[in-house]
């Protein structure tokens, strides 16, 4: 493939950062922007700051192949990776999109654009409507990404398929050469179509998760195991195996946005998306119902010191974003319990998160950076992620409630489980 190419990635979130890597793994010169020159300072000097498997290695052994820069550079591709969060009427913001785009066009009115930011149905059409207006001949192609983020890199070496949607068969077919690259599995397609793959990969996901935490739920009540039950449930070739770990509800930034992006576009539509607003209904319920199940045990949460165990939305990420431990912390701060938090990597971003949803600052007393200390003299103890520390936890005191929100304990027989 030509390698000549100049490409740039803007954005270097984990969108951005591993579609680099990967095509630096590919053997392409990359250029990477972000407008924010604290990042580029670090990636220049070789500093990772996502926590993400295989990133700083492949950084390092790519070095040579990726040229970090504090202005937009000429080139012939533009991969557009920068965020695109929740507008307050549930639609997302494109305006960085857009941004993006003019700077583009200063510099180049033939590159290649290709979004692969999530945006509403719609979004890319406009995109190339508003190219064409200021009369640049640039390409606009979007191609969203599927990666999961404590699995990122391997995702975009090996993703399960590239979907590119657009009109201009040229660019698409130098793109599918492109990413032929990391696999034959290449579907083309127009623009609203391949926006809507994005929407309803991550509908489908969360509503999985849903479904299964309700019959978990219901679980509890009848006396079946749902370990058991997921077991065999996603034998069925037509369910299939993954997303089926009941537990204390999802999280993360994509689930919830994207639900709320698409039911928005639903609505503008007419259409009332029943389904995926009681995924997100029952999302909101489940979350709490590890406190719930503390509530019944301890009868009052008031005064009770509790150890929350895993800030992160889920295990090999930093990321904090919507995780349900923002949701508990909150509801047992309002029960006046005693927090003692830990999480081996996302402290910061919880804290960060907790101040921007709840605009309450918690104690940095309540962090600690062992998880030892953590759930010493405690009286109950909520697990909320499933990171390796946490699930091979022994504890000696049998007096301690355990919820494990996660089914993951391997040494505590005698946790409160979800499902079981
Ligand atoms: C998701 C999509 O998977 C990815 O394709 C998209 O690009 C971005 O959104 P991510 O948010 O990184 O990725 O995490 P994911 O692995 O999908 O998990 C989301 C949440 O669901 C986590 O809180 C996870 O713990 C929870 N989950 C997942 C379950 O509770 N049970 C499961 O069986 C699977």
Redesign the pocket.
């Known amino acids: 493939m030509n390698s000549n190419f100049k490409i740039c990635v803007i954005g270097m979130g984990?969108v951005g950062m591993s579609l680099s890597l990967a095509l630096a793994e590919k053997d392409y010169n990359v250029t990477c922007f972000d407008v924010n020159k604290e990042k580029i300072v670090k990636l220049k000097k070789g500093s990772m700051y996502i926590y993400e498997e295989g990133f700083e290695k492949s950084l390092k052994k790519n070095h040579n192949k990726l040229t970090f820069v504090e202005e937009l550079p000429k080139s012939d591709f533009y991969f557009i990776c920068v965020n695109t969060p929740s507008l307050k009427n549930g639609k997302c913001d494109t305006s960085r999109i857009k941004d993006c785009i003019n700077n583009i066009i200063n510099i180049s009115k033939t590159a290649t654009i290709i979004i692969k930011s999530?945006c509403e149905i719609g979004t890319c059409r406009k995109m190339q409507k508003m190219v064409n207006k200021l009369n640049a001949n640039n390409t606009v192609i979007f191609s969203?990404?599927?990666?999961?983020?404590?699995?990122?890199y391997e995702?975009s070496i090996n993703p399960d398929r590239i979907v590119l949607g657009g009109e201009n068969q040229k660019a698409l077919s130098i793109l599918q050469k492109i990413f032929s690259a990391f696999t034959q599995n290449i579907y083309a397609m127009d623009w609203e179509s391949a926006e809507t793959v994005?929407y309803a990969?991550?509908a489908l996901?969360?509503t999985?998760?849903s479904a299964?935490?309700e019959i978990a739920n219901l679980c509890e009540k009848t006396g079946a195991n749902i370990l058991e039950v997921s077991k065999a449930v996603g034998e069925d070739k037509r369910i299939g195996k993954?997303?089926?770990?009941?537990?204390?509800?999802?999280?993360?930034?994509?689930?919830e946005k994207?639900l709320k992006a698409l039911m928005s576009i639903a609505e503008i539509h007419n259409i009332d998306m029943k389904v995926f607003n009681a995924t997100l209904q029952a999302n909101n319920h489940q979350r709490l119902t590890v406190v719930e199940k503390l509530k019944r045990r301890l009868k009052s949460l008031c005064g009770k010191t509790i150890a929350v165990l895993g800030l992160a939305?889920?295990?090999g990420?930093n990321?904090a974003r919507?995780?349900?431990a923002l949701y508990v912390v909150n509801e047992l701060i309002n029960n006046r319990a005693n927090l003692k938090l830990y999480d081996p990597q996302a402290c910061e971003s919880f804290k960060y998160e907790f101040k921007t949803k709840f605009d309450k600052t918690i104690n940095e007393n309540c962090f600690y950076p062992k998880i030892q200390d953590a759930i010493k003299n405690i009286d109950a103890c909520i697990v909320l992620?499933?990171w390796d520390e946490i699930v091979n936890l022994k504890l000696k005191d049998k007096n301690v409630i355990i919820i494990d929100g996660?089914n993951c304990l391997k040494y505590i027989e005698n946790s409160i489980k979800v499902g079981m």
Do not use: H, M, W
């Open positions: 984990y999530t969203p990404e599927f990666l999961a983020q404590g699995s990122a995702n994005k990969s991550n996901l969360a999985k998760v299964i935490n993954s997303f089926l770990k009941a537990g204390c509800g999802f999280g993360g930034s994509c689930f994207d939305f889920k295990k990420t990321d919507e995780s349900v992620t499933d996660r």
